[in-house]
């Protein structure tokens, strides 16, 4: 494969030849715990790092290591880390990079669970953190403090849509010698690559459109060389959360389809946002496609596309948002996103349940917020679904 190859021949190529594995077209997979030295005194050389070679798999493993290598060709970074879970990936960066009394700048909106890892840092470690809109470069420059070491966040927001504008984000922390983490686990790097705009470490969970299929949960860090060693050297080798070959070997092959895959997402989800807008049982739609969002100019400069998923409000309260969910035949009620099923479910109650009322309402996450990763049926299947109980949501209401 060339360097300048195109984004859908390097998913398919980077990171694996087949001609040092007896010519397999499909990558080995090596599910052992340990490597055999040839003698004591390579052991000791390979545990200096003054020799290239598998020690033992929490350190590395030749499958994973195919994987890793071929996320950081598609993020255009120097260098992929592979984990147990997207969780798994998100704390090791965020301990890794910090220590007590430092100070963590965060997007108003994540991911449920990662805003419960910024609450245990604070009260554990004395590792403070505030969430911030971060549209008005002042506010952002306002908020940080000499012990400010990352801005973590996400684009677009989990599961609001906003969106942050990466290129500005990444000239203020340059300015301030911060770090800028992105989870671009909405996007993947067919959509978006934040290093590319100034930012220095992406995370994924991969668990989401890059294993694609729901059958395997993992995470992945990309960056800088230097970074990226502190990471592995620190919270993935002595906390551990490492991945399986098994489970590598699964995104290996589900990367390959990620560009196929990704088109048919954002054109599904392009046209059931446009039939979720026009329905009067809606409220409002969050979208980055639609012309109309807030922040579809931000879209439209550091997006290729505008993704799969889309929240959107029912006129109603949390009761109507759960009948409405219970009234679908097709969709599944599930958390997770990214897989070829369309998923449907309720952050307030779901995976941003663990975010106090108050602090949800903050973030825009209201009661009849639903969040739909629109998958990959016939896209008129999927809005007969979504219309059958939106129409059945109406007729409640107005029995009521
Ligand atoms: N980041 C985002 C944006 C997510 O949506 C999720 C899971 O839903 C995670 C991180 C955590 O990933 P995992 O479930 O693979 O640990």
């Not at 071929?70 to 969780?87: N, Q, T």
């Not at 960056?223 to 290996?252: C, H, N, Y």
């Not at 807030?294 to 400069?301: E, L, N, S, T, V």
């Amino acid at each position: 494969m060339r360097k300048d190859s195109k984004f859908e021949t390097k998913v398919i190529h980077s990171g694996y030849s087949s001609d040092q594995h007896h010519g397999a077209l499909a990558p080995p997979i090596f599910p052992t715990s340990t490597f055999v030295f040839p003698n004591a005194e390579t052991g000791e050389q390979r545990f200096a790092g003054e020799q290239e070679g598998y020690i033992y798999s929490r350190l590395g493993n030749p499958t994973v290591k195919m994987l890793e290598e071929r996320i950081a060709v598609l993020e255009g970074g120097e260098k992929g880390l592979a984990f147990g879970s997207g969780m798994a990936a998100v704390s090791a960066v965020l301990m890794g990079l910090t220590k007590s009394d430092d100070h963590i700048l965060c997007s108003q909106g994540v991911y449920g669970c990662t805003f419960g890892l910024l609450q245990m840092l604070k009260e554990k470690y004395n590792v403070e953190h505030n969430l911030i809109a971060m549209s008005d470069p002042d506010v952002i420059k306002a908020h940080i403090q000499p012990n400010t070491k990352i801005i973590f966040l996400e684009t677009p927001i989990n599961p609001t849509m906003a969106l942050v504008d990466l290129e500005m984000v990444g000239k203020i922390a340059a300015k301030y010698n911060i770090k800028v983490v992105v989870d671009n686990t909405f996007c993947t790097p067919y959509l978006q690559r934040p290093l590319e705009l100034g930012s220095h470490i992406v995370i994924h969970s991969a668990t989401k459109y890059i294993g694609g299929h729901g059958d395997v949960v993992a995470g992945l860090v990309v960056g800088d060389r230097e970074t990226v060693d502190l990471i592995a050297a620190t919270t993935q080798k002595d906390i551990g959360g490492i991945m399986s070959p098994f489970d590598a070997w699964l995104l290996l092959r589900g990367l390959k389809t990620l560009p196929v895959r990704m088109d048919r997402h954002c054109d599904n989800a392009m046209y059931i946002a446009e039939k979720l807008k026009e329905h009067p049982a809606v409220e409002s739609v969050y979208f980055p496609g639609d012309p109309e969002f807030i922040d579809y100019p931000i879209a439209q400069r550091q997006m290729d596309r505008s993704g799969g998923l889309i929240s959107f409000k029912i006129k109603g309260n949390r009761k109507d948002a759960q009948n409405f969910i219970n009234s679908m035949k097709l969709l599944k009620i599930a958390v997770s996103l990214g897989d070829a099923e369309t998923l449907i479910q309720h952050p307030a109650t779901m995976t941003h349940a663990v975010v106090p009322h108050e602090a949800r309402e903050r973030m825009g996450i209201t009661d009849n917020l639903i969040r739909l990763s629109v998958g990959l049926e016939a896209k008129e299947d999927i809005w007969e679904d979504l219309e059958q109980a939106l129409q059945s949501h109406i007729r409640k209401s107005e029995t009521v």
